[in-house]
T-cell receptor
Framework: EPEVTQTPSHQVTQMGQEVILRCVPI?????FYWYRQILGQKVEFLVS????????KSEIFDDQFSVERPDGSNFTLKIRSTKLEDSAMYFC????????????FGEGSRLTVL | RKEVEQDPGPFNVPEGATVAFNCTYS??????FFWYRQDCRKEPKLLMS???SGNEDGRFTAQLNRASQYISLLIRDSKLSDSATYLC????????????FGTGTRLKVLA
């Protein structure tokens, strides 16, 4: 069964460091997303991406964040200068088309900022 | 008002019980509705989509009430393995490109 894969599964970093989280969406999917979940809290939307550009971003997705699809398979989330409050589980997700079908999630990348 | 609102629970029920969760959403233009299941520290997984006429999948029944803007999930004959957090999700609002998650309702099925 096709799946969304994410790396790393866990990353520990020092405050102020740059972090790149990587995702490989399902191959025939066209829409890509990043969500985050702080421990014990809700799943929060960060950004959606289609046709090599951002479709929508949330207030959380400020200038410290960026996304890129550097090739035909990877989809990355970069946090330029991490803060303590960036500690969370980051989920990559993809869907076949539009925003009305099933959203498939990767297993997540746990980011711990010290 | 929160975009998608759920009772966080926990709902503690004995095995074999029937349990129901409700969820309300604020945007009447939402087009698509889902229930996702999330196990502790895992990714959300689709449990079922919710259709206007209501739909059933085994022990699970989902209903949508557009007039009142709420969605429900009914679980019959609860199993220990049903213990999880159930997330209500909406999407498809014209001009937006995101799925909106509720906080989730935690279910514990007790032996």
């Amino acid at each position: 069964e096709p799946e969304v894969t994410q790396t790393p599964s866990h990353q520990v970093t020092q405050m102020g460091q740059e972090v790149i989280l990587r995702c490989v969406p399902i191959s025939n999917h066209l829409y890509f997303y990043w969500y985050r979940q702080i421990l014990g809290q809700k799943v929060e939307f960060l950004v959606s991406f289609y046709n090599n550009e951002i479709s929508e971003k949330s207030e959380i997705f400020d200038d410290q964040f960026s996304v890129e699809r550097p090739d035909g398979s990877n989809f990355t989330l970069k946090i330029r200068s991490t803060k303590l409050e960036d500690s969370a589980m980051y989920f990559c997700a993809s869907s076949v088309g539009g925003h009305t079908g099933e959203l498939f999630f990767g297993e997540g990348s746990r980011l711990t900022v010290l | 008002r929160k975009e998608v609102e759920q009772d966080p629970g926990p709902f503690n029920v004995p095995e074999g019980a029937t349990v129901a969760f409700n969820c309300t959403y604020s945007n009447s233009a939402s087009q698509s509705f889902f229930w996702y299941r999330q196990d502790c520290r895992k990714e959300p997984k689709l449990l079922m989509s919710v259709y206007s006429s209501g739909n059933e999948d085994g022990r699970f029944t989902a209903q949508l009430n557009r007039a009142s803007q709420y969605i429900s999930l009914l679980i019959r004959d609860s199993k220990l393995s049903d213990s999880a957090t159930y997330l209500c999700v909406t999407s498809g609002t014209s001009g937006t490109y995101k799925y909106i998650f509720g906080t989730g309702t935690r279910l514990k099925v007790l032996a």
